[in-house]
């Protein structure tokens, strides 16, 4: 829900505060699985973090937002918590899987529904982990829905599908 357009001359977009040393998005081709390791890796290098620390915090992966990296996590079976230190390559590649599949289907669906776009019409991607998922069963497992605070900001999750191991 962040956004801003702004005019410039060919080749003067680079020198934008905010657009200068941006990293790579998960809409653009150079956002492969490789990349997707080597920032996991240079994150580990830093310390301990989250998976929901690596999708919402210091514009790591630009353009992911916590409401869809609810739904992300819970497509990759990951808790918000669970340490990318902990991650097993084919956790990792689930996540970069429901990263991508998730963008695009954002993307097709113009957006999500309680967001609008220029022309007043209403996003159709609806969110799988939400406020109105609270305390409703899952249809896959039968758990029950659950919320927590959590870096700044509430997050879904399944707690039979989305173990913190």
Known sequence: MWGAIELYEKGKEQNRKYVKGMKITPIEAKFT???FCTLIDTLKEKGKKSVKELLTQDQTIPGLGNAITQDILF???LHPKHQID???????QKLYNAIIKTV????????RYDEYDLYNNRGKYIRIMDKNAVKNPYPQCGGKIEKMQYLGGACYFCPNCQKLS
């Open 75 to 77: 497509k990759a079976n």
């Open 86 to 92: 902990d991650l097993k390559k084919d956790q990792r």
């Open 33 to 35: 699985y490789e990349y």
């Open 104 to 111: 695009q289907e954002v993307i097709k669906k113009g957006g």
